[in-house]
Antibody, heavy 119, light 107 residues
Framework: QVQLVESGGGVVQPGRSLTLSCAAS????????MHWVRQAPGKGLEWLTF????????YYADSVQGRFTISRDNSKNTLFLEMSSLKAADTAIYFC????????????WGQGTLVTVSS | DIQMTQSPSSLSASVGDRVTITCRAS??????LNWYQEKPGKAPKLLIY???SLQIGVPSRFSGSGYATDFTLTINSLQPEDIATYYC?????????FGQGTKVDMK
């Protein structure tokens, strides 16, 4: 079955960097575009970034443009989110999610990893 | 960016009730509207895609309708396991944007 497992969250000081990973299994990873979405404590969902199946196309929300970088290693079935210049406002649960081949939606999500930006 | 506005923000209903949640887009998004269910500590779950298509494995008491700017999620005969927060999301254009959520609880 499809599984997405995020890791790499934790407590980080403002201004520092952190890299999240999302390990995919149960499907042919390099057939699918992937996304990151976050949820601040007590808030709604916020779309962050997209990467195409081959990694050549990437898009970002304005809130993270220039600070966050999405990437993938198809040989290892893993998605990454490199986050730099972190702010308190980046404190959230970070989810990776899969976009199906034939649709503009997010059909499977991981359970998320918590990032807390605090001094 | 396209703004998505859900109403109500929260509602209370009884088992067996019909529940309706609406979502309005700030501009025309054709049928590019998805609905998700979120429960605490769990991964969000896709319920409806392309405004009205039921995701595989989702109970048929869930349905979606709408086009352009106005959309509806309906839960026919609310069940205890439907207690959750529901989000609409547009995928017409980047950045994809979500509604603020509708929290459904049991009366």
């Amino acid at each position: 079955q499809v599984q997405l497992v995020e890791s790499g969250g934790g407590v980080v000081q403002p201004g520092r960097s952190l890299t999240l990973s999302c390990a995919a299994s149960g499907f042919t990873f390099d057939y699918y575009a992937m996304h990151w979405v976050r949820q601040a404590p007590g808030k709604g969902l916020e779309w962050l970034t997209f990467i195409s199946d081959d990694g050549n196309d990437k898009y970002y929300a304005d809130s993270v443009q220039g600070r966050f970088t999405i990437s993938r290693d198809n040989s290892k079935n893993t998605l990454f989110l490199e986050m730099s210049s972190l702010k308190a406002a980046d404190t959230a649960i970070y989810f990776c999610a899969r976009q199906p081949e034939s649709g503009r939606t997010l059909d499977y999500w991981g359970q998320g990893t918590l990032v807390t930006v605090s001094s | 960016d396209i703004q998505m506005t859900q109403s109500p923000s929260s509602l209370s209903a009884s088992v067996g009730d019909r529940v309706t949640i609406t979502c309005r887009a700030s501009q025309h998004i054709r049928h590019y509207l998805n609905w998700y269910q979120e429960k605490p500590g769990k991964a969000p779950k896709l319920l409806i895609y392309s405004a009205s298509s039921l995701q595989i494995g989702v109970p048929s008491r869930f349905s979606g309708s709408g086009y352009a700017t106005d959309f509806t999620l309906t839960i026919n005969s609310l069940q205890p396991e439907d207690i959750a927060t529901y989000y609409c999301q547009q995928s017409y254009t980047i950045p994809w944007t979500f509604g603020q959520g509708t929290k459904v609880d049991m009366k």
